[in-house]
């Protein structure tokens, strides 16, 4: 699928990559390094693996900035699948490497790769909802914070953002369900939305 145009300094910051700028480098992680590393702590509860996770990505970045396609969505989307693919890439191999440390046939394989799913399975749903929330327009963020972090009710809501009730309820509804397609992502196949499935 391709999407509009993303902004100008996306395809401007390829640009930079591409032609080998270390400042561009360090302006994409100032950008984006705590994304990366939230996502990447979320899916792994690890903060040292978080961080190399994210030291991977931005080497990753740096040595392919040819590989992101401006017209398939936003560099903030394609470096947050980057996080998510390094992230299961780590977990599936500590899951291989526990199970080659183990003793040989103990039978629990079939449920250890269960149980890596559904923590790949939550884990997934946990970056995504994430991603979403942060990158929410700031109407919709504006009414989600109002109503569940101060716990305000749709009429108040309303009277705090300076727009109709019919407004404040319409902005809360489309909040709640983009964070709802959370739950909507297979396991590999991380997705934020305006990016397309090819890293």
């Given at each position: 699928?391709?999407?509009?145009?993303?902004?100008?300094?996306?395809?401007?910051?390829?640009?930079?990559?591409?032609?080998?700028?270390?400042?561009?480098?360090?302006?994409?992680?100032?950008?984006?390094?705590?994304?990366?590393?939230?996502?990447?702590?979320?899916?792994?509860?690890?903060?040292?693996?978080?961080?190399?996770?994210?030291?991977?990505?931005?080497?990753?970045?740096?040595?392919?900035?040819d590989a992101y396609d401006p017209r398939l969505g936003s560099m903030r989307s394609w470096v947050a699948r980057l996080a998510h693919r390094r992230s299961v890439e780590r977990l599936r191999s500590a899951e291989r490497d526990g199970c080659d440390s183990g003793p040989a046939g103990d039978?629990?394989?079939?449920?250890?790769?269960?149980?890596?799913?559904?923590?790949?399975?939550?884990a997934t749903a946990a970056a995504r909802a994430d991603y979403i929330a942060a990158t929410l327009p700031e109407p919709l963020r504006a009414a989600l914070e109002l109503a569940y972090i101060q716990r305000r009710d749709y009429r108040q809501t309303a009277a705090d953002l300076g727009v109709t009730e019919m407004e404040a309820r319409r902005r809360l509804r489309l909040g709640l369900q983009l964070l709802a397609t959370a739950n909507l992502a297979p396991v590999d196949g991380f997705s934020p939305p305006g990016y397309g499935r090819a890293l």
């Open positions: 699928m391709v999407y509009g145009a993303p902004p100008r300094w996306d395809r401007r910051m390829q640009q930079r990559l591409a032609g080998g700028e270390a400042a561009a480098l360090g302006e994409l992680y100032d950008r984006f390094a705590a994304l990366v590393h939230s996502q990447a702590h979320r899916m792994l509860d690890d903060e040292a693996a978080a961080d190399i996770v994210t030291r991977e990505v931005f080497a990753h970045v740096w040595e392919n900035p039978g629990d394989a079939p449920h250890d790769t269960a149980d890596l799913d559904e923590r790949l399975r939550r």
